[in-house]
């Protein structure tokens, strides 16, 4: 991947915590995050299970995902207090960038 590809994969990162910051307290379908992000154009299914994969991995932990075996974009999302953390910028990952 290009550097250019890196860096809009962190930018993406970033704008699904900020969307879930919005959503704190509430959990909301992957489906649903995906519409929200709609403004940044469609979002290749790939590039947010990738973004997803990240941001909820070992060591992270920034969010957590109830998965549905039928259809993945049913699966229920929500943002854990690290990434509560992430989001109201108290922590830094140098994967993802978020708005200023």
Same mark, same amino acid.
């Given at each position: 991947? =290009?550097?250019l590809?890196?860096? /809009?994969?962190?930018?993406?990162?970033? *704008? @699904?915590? /900020? !969307?879930?910051?919005?959503? %704190?307290?509430?959990?909301?379908?992957? +489906? +649903?995050?995906?519409n929200? $992000?709609?403004?940044?154009?469609?979002?290749?299914? #790939?590039? &947010?299970? !990738?973004?997803? %994969?990240? $941001?909820?991995?070992?060591?992270?932990?920034?969010?957590? @995902?109830?998965?549905? !075996?039928?259809?993945? &974009? =049913?699966?229920?999302?929500?943002?854990?207090?690290?990434?509560?953390?992430?989001?109201?910028? #108290?922590?830094? =990952?140098?994967?993802v960038?978020? *708005? /200023?």
């Open positions: 991947m =290009d550097a590809g890196v860096a /809009e994969l962190k930018v993406l990162r970033g *704008d @699904v915590i /900020e !969307k879930l910051y919005m959503t %704190y307290g509430t959990d909301i379908r992957i +489906a +649903a995050l995906r929200a $992000l709609r403004s940044r154009g469609l979002i290749p299914e #790939d590039s &947010l299970k !990738k973004c997803i %994969y990240y $941001l909820g991995g070992e060591g992270k932990r920034y969010i957590h @995902v109830e998965i549905d !075996k039928e259809n993945w &974009l =049913d699966s229920m999302i929500w943002l854990t207090p690290a990434g509560v953390n992430l989001a109201e910028r #108290d922590i830094e =990952d140098v994967g960038i978020l *708005d /200023e």
